[in-house]
């Protein structure tokens, strides 16, 4: 039970063989999760896993008050909207690229990208409409997108794989992203007439895929292939 690994679950990491290989490795020897999880135990935590074979990460043990189911569905409701525009850029992604799944490991580069997106203009509009952080509408198609790639990086989605030909690969996170969402349209779509506006939402609010009680909902089994995007 390396330090590295504990410390890389306990700051909230999705851990994957693409985003985190060193701890990915050290979580797939034998006995090493249920070592691991053992130790979660002690701060009421437990080692979760996404599917069979996806990424690891820490969730609390059980969430069975009213308060608790409570801030699930809140959580909930956070996710659906802030992380609605990562499902939204990752769909641009798969219409681009013909046979794209959007599973870990799938390479994704900016250069195919933006071809695909030059060359129609139904994807030009789609680009354009995405709400990407620090983008307007003087950009570039090329400096849309390697934003929106960026944005995806930075939250955990991406790893820049090729810095020379911006080549990046989907990580073990996207299947969290893809559950989730298939978890809100499946159980409680009655949120979707109860959305939290985004002038409801607060900088705090926006790193809610790190929250707890979230990180329960539809873990632990393999994301519906139905759900991906």
Request: aromatic share 6%; with cysteine.
């Amino acid at each position: 039970m390396k330090p590295e690994t504990l410390n890389t679950l306990l700051a909230g990491h999705f851990v994957c063989q693409y985003a985190f290989a060193e701890a990915h490795a050290d979580l797939s020897e034998p006995g090493e999760p249920e070592r691991v999880d053992q130790w979660l135990q002690s701060l009421d935590r437990r080692l979760a896993r996404l599917g069979d074979d996806g990424a690891f990460f820490v969730a609390p043990m059980q969430v069975n008050t009213n308060e608790q189911v409570n801030k699930v569905r809140s959580d909930l409701v956070r996710f659906r909207d802030v992380y609605g525009l990562l499902v939204e850029m990752l769909n641009l992604v798969r219409l681009t690229k013909d046979g794209f799944r959007g599973v870990p490991g799938d390479y994704v580069q900016l250069a195919d990208i933006l071809i695909k997106v030059n060359e129609d203009t139904t994807l030009v509009g789609r680009l354009r409409e995405l709400r990407i952080p620090g983008a307007d509408s003087r950009l570039s198609n090329n400096e849309l997108l390697r934003k929106m790639l960026e944005k995806l990086r930075a939250d955990g989605y991406l790893v820049l794989s090729n810095p020379s030909t911006e080549t990046y690969q989907i990580t073990g996170k996207v299947d969290h992203l893809h559950a989730v969402m298939q978890y809100l349209v499946e159980n409680v779509p009655e949120l979707t007439d109860n959305a939290l506006s985004e002038s409801d939402l607060t900088e705090d609010d926006a790193g809610g895929s790190q929250n707890d009680l979230l990180r329960t909902a539809d873990t632990d089994r393999q994301p519906d292939p139905g759900g991906r995007g």
